[in-house]
């Protein structure tokens, strides 16, 4: 099964050094590739880079940043392949943001036709 791991964090609030976070998660990625279980991944932007977009009434709106108004914000995700989601659990676990944000774990809807 394919889960995404998606990483959410407060923009800023890491209390590590930022060369030692990226070392984390070379790391975590390195292990993750040698399990068979990387299938993709990538590092956001800042939120403040962001534009959302929505139509309403057949007019498209465009709003500077993110739509929702929350503390943490979307900052990475990792895509995997897992046997269920007890191992992608596991796996999140392991993400560096796990220990001061969030991560969420979602399975990837499969269509008929393997789209």
Known sequence: ???IALIYDVEGSEDVDWDTLMEQYGEFSAGLTEAGSMLG??????VSTATS?????GKTEIIDGPFAETKEQLGGFYLMECKDLDEAIKWAAKIPTARYGTVEIRPVMVF???Q
């Open 112 to 114: 008929d036709g393997g």
């Open 53 to 57: 977009v929505r139509v309403r009434n």
């Open 1 to 3: 099964m394919q889960f």
């Open 41 to 46: 991944g990538e590092a956001l932007e800042p």
